[in-house]
Structures are given as C-alpha cells and as structure tokens.
C-alpha cells in the first residue's frame, strides 16, 4: 500500500539558483528525489488481521502519527527564525556593497562599509566582511605615507592588528614605518621583537633590528642579527610576498650591512669580495656601488 498526497512530494535538488555542493541529492530511504513517500506499507501488506483489528490498529496508529504530527510541527515553528533571515540577508548586502567600494578604490567606504559587521561579528559574512576591510586597510597605509602622512598609516595599521592580532605583514609594516617614516627607533626595536615573538624565523626583522643597531652607532649590537639573518635564511619566514622584487632588495640590504660589519672587523679585503660577489648575483646597484665606494675610501 503506498500512500501520495501533493504537499509531500520531493522535489528535484538540481536548481540553477543553488550551489549543488550545499544541496545534494535527497534520494534514498522512502524520501527519493522526485517520489512519494510510503506509509504503513510493510505494516499493512504483511498483517494477517480481522477486519475490525485491523481497522482498530489503523486508528491507533493515526492517533500516535497525529500527536508525533503536532509535535514535529510546533519545534519546526520554534525553528523558524524570520530574523535571523533578514539579519544575514542584510549583512550579505552590506558586503556586497563594501566589495563594489574596494572595486571602486573608494577604500575609506569599504572600509566604513566593513569594519561594523566584523566588530559586531555577524554570522557567515563576518569573515567576508573581514577580508574586506583588511583590504582597505591596505590600500590605506599605502595611501597615507604616499601622502606623507605616517602617523595616519599607523593609526590603520592598529585598526588592521585588531582585526589580525599576529598578522605577519601589519606587525614588520609598523616597525619599517615606526624605523623609515617616524624615526621613534625605540618602538621600533619594541616592534620588531614583536615579529620575532610570532615569527621566529623572519629574516626581514632580524635585518631591522640590525639596521637600527647601526643606526644607533652600534655595530657589536648590529652584529647578532646580522649573523641570525644569515642563519634564518635557509628557514625564513616572509611577511612581503617573496617575489623576486622582495628578495632583490632584502639581499641587497643584508649584503651591504655585511659588507660594513666586515670591515668594522677589520678586514677591507672581505668587504670588498663580498660586494664583489654581491654585485655579481644582485647587478651593481646604488646601494652596493656606494658601499664598494666606501670600501675603498676607508681602507682597513
């Protein structure tokens, strides 16, 4: 005995509008893709009954399905949540609208856009929302010091580190700026040991920590962290992109600090043959032709 009534036909998974990895088929047991559903048909096809047992089993039975019935419904309804809807619906929109702002290169809107519903951590898009708005940080940064404005890239910067606490590239990208652009060389030896607390083996910090050794006049101070950026290198950990751009220029300030603590060591001779080899595997930069240039002039 198979029972069918419209409300309970299945319908068929493969919509356009729908991403079949989040609807898969629905096929098997009695709720197939397309089919009906079978009630009481083993039950019924194998009794042997009277008809007046028979009819007193049925009875009961539709007594039990309508209580269990009334059950399923009521916690389906408290289930519901039209709120929650319009809530996700909502916030879905917003990112949209934050991403046609990034696309835009209106970065301050899609920041603005962003920033609330990662704060406020809404559900399912607060990781979209997150991604935006530390794109637009980015773009930011970039766009403050272009302008010469490098307390308003750090103040981005700290937006950027609460939303990525031990962000690799926000962390080295206050020191550089705290280093290059402000020239508080105090917080930015704070900041590159923050580096290395997260990223033990970033030759990139190791090389600002030695930079502002000798920005210092302190080459014995330079000197382990010139040598543990040339012991990370086999294990480094890059906060740039290591791209053949990043790498040119990291070398080329490794090699060139070098070059300067050899000589301070007193050998003009070693110096020199490093700059030598440097140029040899980097070009004859500005960078290494003045230290070959200043390697002459000093002598040993």
């Not at 309508?66 to 809530?87: A, C, N, P």
């Not at 300030?253 to 030598?276: C, F, H, K, N, V």
């Amino acid at each position: 005995m198979e029972f069918y009534h419209p409300l309970l036909q299945v319908p068929p998974a493969g919509r356009g509008n729908r991403t079949p990895a989040r609807f898969p088929s629905r096929s098997g047991g009695n709720l197939k893709e397309g089919g009906k559903i079978g009630i009481f048909e083993h039950t019924l096809t194998h009794l042997t009954c009277r008809p007046v047992e028979l009819g007193i089993l049925y009875a009961a039975t539709m007594r039990t399905e309508l209580t269990s019935s009334d059950l399923m419904r009521q916690t389906l309804k408290g289930h519901i949540d039209h709120e929650g809807v319009q809530t996700l619906l909502e916030a879905a929109a917003a990112c949209d609208e934050a991403q046609l702002c990034l696309a835009d290169e209106d970065y301050k809107a899609a920041l603005e856009i962003a920033l609330p519903l990662v704060l406020l951590q809404s559900p399912v898009v607060a990781s979209r929302a997150r991604e935006t708005a530390i794109a637009a940080l980015d773009e930011l940064v970039e766009q403050a010091l272009n302008a010469n404005r490098p307390q308003q890239a750090l103040r981005y910067i700290e937006q950027w580190l609460s939303l990525e606490p031990k962000g690799f590239f926000p962390l080295l990208r206050r020191a550089e700026i705290l280093q290059h652009e402000i020239g508080d060389l105090h917080e930015a030896w704070t900041a590159y040991l923050q580096v290395l607390r997260h990223y033990p083996n970033s030759t990139e910090a190791f090389l600002g920590l030695a930079q502002l050794a000798l920005m210092e006049g302190n080459p014995e101070r330079a000197y382990p962290y010139i040598l543990r950026a040339w012991q990370s290198l086999a294990n480094s950990e890059w906060a740039y992109t290591p791209s053949m751009r990043t790498l040119q220029a990291v070398f080329e300030d490794l090699y060139d600090i070098t070059a300067g603590m050899m000589q301070w060591l007193g050998s003009a001779d070693e110096a020199r043959e490093l700059t030598q080899k440097a140029i040899a595997l980097l070009g004859e930069t500005e960078l290494l032709k003045e230290r070959m240039q200043i390697i002459e002039e000093l002598g040993d």
